[in-house]
């Protein structure tokens, strides 16, 4: 079973939140929406901004923890290297 990470902004080059589902559309949707309480919700962190696939939820959750530890410029540096217009990428996953 596959797994994401994920990374949000409140706007480009704003706050982000790195986070790990099993679904990204439906969670993404639940940030969108306000439905999961906490940082997001508290912050208006709701844009995609990055994304990756691992092949199981242990590598993705590892994964997470690292990137969550990395310096704000890695996280940035990482967001650009696939978005770095800073576009939503949600149109893009739920097709």
Request: glycine share 4%.
């Amino acid at each position: 079973m596959s797994a994401w990470v994920y990374i949000l902004a409140s706007k480009p080059g704003g706050t982000l939140y790195v986070g790990v589902t099993n679904d990204l559309v439906r969670r993404t949707f639940e940030h969108r929406q306000s439905l999961v309480e906490g940082f997001t919700k508290r912050y208006a962190v709701k844009t995609l901004v990055y994304y990756e696939e691992h092949d199981t939820v242990l590598l993705a959750i590892q994964r997470e923890k690292n990137v969550k530890h990395w310096p704000r410029e890695w996280k940035i540096d990482l967001i650009a290297s696939m978005n770095p217009d800073w576009r939503d990428l949600y149109p893009e996953i739920v097709r």
